[in-house]
């Protein structure tokens, strides 16, 4: 049997648990979508999400 490939789609810090029980288990991740980097702070510089830090 073929194993099962993954796209993963999640962006707030709540997707991150499902994420990691998914890479923990051993399923292959072949992507993983989430919203781009926002500009937060003072200076404006792009902050990556929660899924992107993985």
């Known amino acids: 049997m073929a194993a099962n490939t993954i796209i993963f789609m999640g962006t707030p810090d709540y997707a991150v648990p499902s994420l990691d029980a998914l890479l923990a288990a051993g399923f292959p991740i072949?992507?993983?979508?989430?919203?781009?980097?926002?500009?937060?702070?003072?200076?404006?510089?792009?902050?990556?999400?929660?899924?992107?830090?993985?």
Do not use: M, S
Request: with cysteine.
């Open 30 to 54: 072949a992507a993983a979508y989430c919203q781009p980097p926002r500009p937060a702070g003072r200076g404006k510089q792009p902050r990556p999400t929660a899924v992107q830090r993985r």
